[in-house]
């Protein structure tokens, strides 16, 4: 009977912590962000353009990245294109798409805010061994969470089935029909599918 128990018991444990520190995250963005005149959600938009590919700098993928309203990343981005933080520009080939970037000055800012992370200092410290199995935990438990709620991954490249090596640092996209570089093949995009297990 306990052994049944244990399970269970490291199952809530294991929500609990995860939400204590989704709380002690947030907490310290806004602490971050208020230091520089920015809400969270400023910061969540930095991040993301950060991380994000050439197929999801866009407001739409950022909305459903965020979970937001439309209006609501709108207003967002006009605020961090005010502060120059954020740069927006017409896509060459289809001019009605709208392609947001990290200015030097966001690139800058986010430099400034990851260097002084609790999360960077503790991951720094712990064994490599305990970083790396904490790491297959979470992806197997975003990869569910994210399957039973519908939203669309948002996966790096590297790990979608529509990424094809065609050599040492040269990729193809079978969906977008693009060629990848190296450095693109870690960024997230909004159109990854994750990789059936063989």
Known sequence: MAIGLIPRTARRFTAGWLRWFWLLTRAGLRQAG???GLQPVHLHVLFYLNQA???SNTPLALTEYLGLTKGTVSQTVLVLARRRLVSRYADPQDGRIVRLVLTEAGGALLNTLNS???WREAVR???PARVSSAMIVLRQVLAQVQLQSGKRSFGVCSSCRHNQR???RSYFCGLMQEKLSSP?????CREHSAQVPI
């Open 184 to 188: 693109e093949v870690r960024r997230i």
């Open 53 to 55: 590919n050439r197929f």
């Open 34 to 36: 208020a230091a520089q």
């Open 125 to 127: 410290i712990a064994s």
């Open 166 to 168: 065609l050599g040492p």
């Open 116 to 118: 002084a992370g609790a």
